[in-house]
C-alpha cells in the first residue's frame, strides 16, 4: 500500500541538521521518519493539552453551578415555609396595626439575618445550620413567646 506523501524542505540550523543525522544514524531511521514522529508527537501533546484546559474549564463552570444551586436551593427552602404561612393567614387576618406591623418587620429582619446565615455557613462548608451550634435555650424561649400560637413545631 502506498502512502502519499509530499516533498518538504525546511530550513534548518547546521547543528540541527547534524544532530537530525546523527540521531538517524544511531536509531537506523530515515530523517524523515524522525521528523514525522516529532511532529506526531507534538501534535498529541498540543490536544492533550487543550483537552486538559476545556476539562479544567468545565470543571470549574462545574463548581460555580454546584454552589450556586446549593445557595439558591437554601433560598427556596427558607422561603417555602415564610410564604406558605403568609398565603395561608394573611387572606384571614384584618388589617394590622402599628404594633403588628412593628412586630412583622421584625419577624421579617429576622427572617432575613437567618436566611443570610444559612447561606453563610454553605458557603463556610458548614453542613449544619447556625442555630444548631447554639446551646442557649433563652433564645428559642424568646422566639416561642413571639411567634403567634398555632404556628410552632409542636405549640
Known amino acids: 500500500m502506498r502512502h502519499e506523501r509530499s516533498r518538504q524542505r525546511p530550513l534548518l540550523s547546521?547543528?540541527?541538521?547534524?544532530?537530525?543525522?546523527?540521531?538517524?544514524?544511531?536509531?537506523?531511521?530515515?530523517?524523515s521518519a524522525l521528523v514525522k514522529e516529532l511532529i506526531d508527537d507534538a501534535r498529541r501533546r498540543r490536544a492533550s493539552t487543550e483537552g486538559d484546559r476545556v476539562n479544567d474549564i468545565l470543571d470549574r463552570l462545574h463548581r460555580e453551578v454546584t454552589a450556586s444551586r446549593s445557595e439558591v436551593l437554601v433560598a427556596v427552602s427558607a422561603l417555602y415555609p415564610f410564604m406558605r404561612l403568609l398565603m395561608s393567614y394573611t387572606a384571614f387576618?384584618?388589617?394590622?396595626?402599628?404594633?403588628?406591623?412593628?412586630?412583622?418587620?421584625?419577624?421579617?429582619?429576622?427572617?432575613?439575618?437567618?436566611?443570610?446565615?444559612l447561606i453563610e455557613a454553605r458557603v463556610r462548608g458548614c453542613q449544619r445550620c447556625p442555630d444548631e451550634d447554639d446551646d442557649d435555650d433563652d433564645?428559642?424561649?424568646?422566639?416561642?413567646?413571639?411567634?403567634?400560637?398555632?404556628?410552632?413545631?409542636?405549640?
Open 139 to 155: 433564645d428559642d424561649d424568646e422566639r416561642k413567646a413571639r411567634r403567634p400560637p398555632g404556628l410552632g413545631h409542636g405549640d
Open 14 to 31: 547546521a547543528t540541527a541538521s547534524r544532530s537530525l543525522a546523527a540521531l538517524a544514524a544511531a536509531e537506523r531511521r530515515s530523517p
Open 93 to 117: 387576618l384584618p388589617r394590622p396595626g402599628e404594633e403588628q406591623e412593628a412586630l412583622g418587620e421584625e419577624r421579617f429582619r429576622m427572617f432575613v439575618a437567618a436566611v443570610g446565615q
